[in-house]
């Protein structure tokens, strides 16, 4: 069974930058999608950013486009997810998940009963 634990998150300031990594042991990630997901406190799980196995296609939510990038290293069976820009808005706290599906079918990536694998999640709080 793959295990996935993410690190790196933190305090920041506003305008700051924090960059998430989510590692997978117990087998190998080149064939799982890998996407983030995050929740604040008293909301809802929100969709943040997805990327295929091979690292060909990136999808990312409106609310994160042009601020948050996802990557992987399939040689370090690991992910990662470069905040920019960070506001308040951004503090959650944020979960990474793997499923063995093609980022190139549909938009099933919202969804997160689809997701096979999650780590517990890091904590991101955006504050001055």
């Known amino acids: 069974q793959v295990q996935l634990v993410e690190s790196g998150g933190g305090l920041v300031q506003p305008g700051g930058s924090l960059r998430l990594s989510c590692a997978a042991s117990?087998?190998?990630?080149?064939?799982?999608?890998m996407g983030w997901f995050r929740q604040a406190s008293g909301k809802e799980h929100e969709f943040v950013a997805i990327i295929s196995a091979s690292g060909g296609r990136l999808v990312y939510a409106d609310s994160v486009k042009g601020r948050f990038t996802i990557s992987r290293d399939n040689a370090k069976n690991t992910m990662y997810l470069q905040m920019d820009s960070l506001s308040p808005e951004d503090t959650a706290v944020y979960s990474c998940?793997?499923?063995?599906?093609?980022?190139?079918?549909?938009?099933?990536?919202?969804?997160?009963?689809?997701?096979?694998?999650w780590g517990q999640g890091t904590q991101v709080t955006v504050s001055s």
């Open positions: 117990g087998g190998t990630s080149n064939s799982y999608a």
């Open positions: 998940a793997a499923a063995a599906r093609s980022l190139y079918s549909s938009t099933w990536y919202k969804r997160r009963e689809l997701y096979t694998y």
